[in-house]
């Protein structure tokens, strides 16, 4: 049965009185109604706002409601949300002023009392010719290893894909470990990489036993680019996504289109990784896993509605895995919530406050995140902040809160090479070159000398071939995106 | 506004990293200027802490390491060296030659500024360059001499290089 919790939709609590009700309403809809505010994320909170208000608006349907919540236990939160700013007090100004916003997930529950998320998951296996040799190997390898890892209640099947795709292992209980792994064994590697039928098939597997208490997860492996039906791909992810399935890319080697696979990820709020030698595959693919079970809640996606007078101008996801999330999709989905690591969601904001505007507290936007609760029943939790900062003509010093500047230093790390390939992409190899070398000097300031001369190095091919190499491309991509801090303690 | 004390791109206020460069501007307008090391074996080579010295004798020279450049440049000055890129439509041939140093793309004018020699010291003038020049980050106004010591940073334009004594 799903039930939202419409009180925390509203913002009020459920003890509120109609008035109340109706008052709360009436503020929301001067900030986020469509036709005073046009953001995306505020038309899907308001959406969401309207259901809300309709139905508790009327004292006989908020009784019923009221009875239905009580059965189902919505009244104790597994959801704790915080929000860092990186000041509280503006200017009154005309000129748009920057507020960055640092949201941090986690879970209520005792970590200690929480067992591992039973999970159902499939492995899509490139096998094509280029997968031959070192690769296949440590492929088999870590899939083995996987294999002896899982519990006998988690699910697991295996596709593979050249030409077309093959199930291996259809969707079953992990308790023949043996007859599955010599079934692995079997793999060769021949023909073409057509991905589309690969994905299809897994995604197929893990529907076949989709449980709303499990991880349903498909992990694709792959060292090569799918031609021609990457669009194909990406609506099958969205497909995937709308079921409850999350989609992980590993890449290996060089010739993969990481942007592809970022894409792919980022339609489920999965992960995508680079994974640079054969042998690592194997300790990716186990983090990767490891962190699907310690999930706490599925299938979390977050509105971000930002208040009339403020523009949304990115939103990142700093932990776990950092992923640029494109705020058109509202709500945006973020994937499994991890209950050791967390979530971390970096928001800049623009915020136009007028140069006459009155002293006191304004509204920035709201934020809501929007999870399902692993456990005995399914629960879908709602967690909102409404996000405000103080107009002062002369506003007190403050220091920005020092995690908020430790993740954006290393953020700015990432995205400047993300605006290199973009100016690369648009042409302007001078711009690319010049954002490379700040890249660099700031990889230097920091310590990292390895990934400095790879932006250095890369830096002067630009210049002088105008193309960037497809491994220093990555190695710079998700070398900086690693520097990024996890949220909570990191166990390894 | 806030100016970004290293690449001067106008930021938005309330930004806490320059969007241009990727500085943190939180920092580093608390402590005025930061120092800069040039991501090569010049940083190693200097090993220098806070100032370096600002005596240039009669028998000194210049070393220029250029960023990107393979070779350091040694130059024994006169008691001027005319810096900027040639232009053979006006003639212009300055005494130190960066056209092949990527001058054009980053902006160093024709003309861009001098080196000059004074009593024990060496000094650094703009000569109303397009793009300015700078030492150690701050821009100089033009035509005014500014002293320079051993190790600074100096940018013409988007061109950065450091300068030692030898």
Known sequence: MELADYYGILGVL???????????YRQAARLFHPDVNRAPGASALFRDINTAYEVLSSPASRADY???????????????????????????????????????????????????????????????????????????AAAHRLIDELHEDDIVSVVSFSDNAEVLIPAQCAEDQRGMKSVIST??????????????DGIAQVRRRLNTNY???????????????????LNLA????????????????????????????????????????????????????????????ERSSLIIAPAPNTNLESAIRTAPDPMSMDTSIQP???????????????????????????????????????AEVLGQSRRIERVARMLTVEISPTPPPEDPPIELLDVLGKLSLYQLQD??????DGGDYVEATRKLEYLATRLFESGEQQLGNAALSEAQRVAHTHLLSEEGAKELKYGTRALLPPLGDKDD | MIECPYCHHNNMEGALVCVECGLSLWGNLQDELPTRELPDEASE????????????????????????????????????????????????????????????????????????????????????????????????????PRLVRDGDEIRLGKLVMHIYFK
């Open chain 2, 45 to 144: 080579l200097s090993a220098k802490s806070g100032w370096g010295t600002a005596t240039f004798l009669e028998r000194n020279q210049i070393i220029l390491h250029i960023r990107d450049a393979s070779e350091p440049l040694t130059i024994a000055p006169g008691t001027e060296v005319l810096i900027g890129r040639r232009d053979t439509s006006s003639g212009i041939v300055p005494d130190l030659d960066l056209t092949n140093y990527g001058a054009l793309e980053k902006g160093v004018s024709r003309v861009h500024a001098a080196l000059r020699r004074g009593d024990d010291v060496l000094s650094l003038v703009d000569l109303d360059s397009a793009n300015g020049t700078f030492i150690n980050g701050q821009r100089l106004a033009s035509n005014q």
């Open chain 1, 66 to 140: 009221d009875r239905l919540a009580c059965d189902l236990g919505l009244d104790t939160p597994n959801i704790h949300m915080d929000v860092v700013y990186s000041r509280r007090h503006l200017k009154p100004l005309d000129e748009p002023q920057m507020v960055y916003a640092l949201l941090r997930v986690r879970s209520l529950q005792d970590i200690g009392l929480v067992t591992d998320a039973p999970l159902n998951i499939c492995l899509v296996i490139d096998r094509s010719t280029s997968m031959q040799g070192s690769r296949m190997h440590h492929v088999k």
């Open chain 1, 14 to 24: 459920p003890s509120a009185s109609n008035e109340d009700i109706r008052l709360t």
């Open chain 1, 187 to 200: 793999l060769r590697a021949a023909g073409a990489t057509a991905m589309y039928s690969g994905l299809q």
């Open chain 1, 238 to 297: 969205a497909e995937a996504r709308e079921q409850g399935i999350g989609i992980s890319g590993l890449g290996i080697g060089d010739d993969w289109n990481d942007r592809f696979l970022d894409n792919l990820a980022k339609q489920t709020g999965g992960s995508s990784a680079y994974i640079s030698t054969p042998q690592s595959v194997s300790s990716f693919l186990q983090k990767r896993i490891r962190s699907l079970a310690t999930a706490f809640a």
């Open chain 1, 332 to 370: 945006c989905p973020l994937g499994s919530l991890d209950g050791q690591v967390g979530l971390a969601v970096v928001i800049q904001f623009h915020v136009t406050t007028g140069s006459d505007a009155v002293n006191g507290e304004i509204p920035i936007g709201r934020v809501d995140l929007t």
């Open chain 1, 215 to 233: 991880v349903n997860h498909v992990v694709l492996i792959t060292d090569g680019r799918t031609y021609g039906d990457e669009k194909a791909c």
């Open chain 1, 419 to 424: 605006r290199a390939r973009e100016a690369l």
